[in-house]
């Protein structure tokens, strides 16, 4: 009962770098979720998708793009990689049944270091 | 502007009852939820409020009061193991997007 599955859990990258973060979910969620968290700013909603094949931008989504190929994986990508982009990113998925009162369940999260 | 207002730090002995308030001010809202986090790990969902009054689950309870854009979290008989940082988070659309506050860290010591 994996549940959300990120990867890689840490990673350190230099200014310019680009990487592909993965977020897998074993649950038959429709609705996935990308957020980043600063210290002291709680969680900001970077993109999200609503199904398959469909993607949306949240409250952050500038130098990251995403892609929801398949129902069960959400991949998060930075191109050209920035000291800002430092955070600690958690991806989340949920039932779109009445969506607004179904909980979000998050993985583990994945460490991103841009020297 | 849009915003979450909630305590940055709360300390108590064990045993004790906490309160977490938060206030909100969002361009949407369906309701608000509460979330854990230990040690910076995976949030975990606590509850949610989507109409006013209480909303009871073991020992936490959560109350929303929409006319006053308000909302708290309840903490009774505190245990070691309740330390960690607590969020609020407005639902602002249909699609269950959530708007988080910055957190609350609760320590409780012995």
């Known amino acids: 009962n994996a549940g959300v599955t990120q990867t890689p859990k840490f990673r350190v990258l230099k200014t310019g770098q680009s990487m592909t973060l993965l977020c897998a979910q074993d649950m038959n969620h429709e609705y996935m979720y990308w957020y980043r968290q600063d210290p002291g700013m709680g969680l900001r909603l970077i993109h999200y998708?609503?199904?398959?094949?469909?993607?949306a931008k949240g409250e952050v989504p500038d130098g990251y793009n995403v892609s929801r190929l398949k129902k069960q994986n959400f991949l998060l990508g930075l191109e050209s990689a920035a000291p800002s982009q430092t955070s600690v990113y958690f991806c989340?998925?949920?039932?779109?049944?009445?969506?607004?009162?179904?909980?979000?369940?998050f993985g583990d999260g994945t460490r991103l270091s841009i020297l | 502007g849009q915003s979450l207002e909630q305590p940055s730090e709360v300390t108590a002995v064990e045993g004790a009852i906490v309160q977490i308030n938060c206030t909100y001010q969002?361009?949407?809202?369906?309701?608000l939820s509460w979330y854990q986090q230990h040690d910076g790990g995976a949030p975990t969902f606590l509850s949610y409020?989507?109409?006013?009054g209480l909303e009871e689950t073991g020992r936490f309870s959560s109350f929303l009061s929409r006319s006053d854009s308000y909302g708290y979290l309840l903490l009774q008989e505190l245990q070691m193991k309740d330390s960690a940082s607590y969020f609020c988070?407005?639902?602002?659309?249909?699609?269950?997007?959530?708007?988080f506050g910055a957190g609350t860290q609760v320590v409780v010591t012995p």
């Open positions: 969002t361009s949407g809202f369906y309701g």
């Open positions: 988070a407005v639902v602002t659309d249909s699609w269950g997007k959530l708007q």
């Open positions: 409020n989507g109409l006013d």
């Open positions: 989340a998925s949920s039932y779109p049944t009445g969506a607004h009162n179904q909980p979000q369940h």
């Open positions: 998708s609503v199904g398959e094949g469909t993607t």
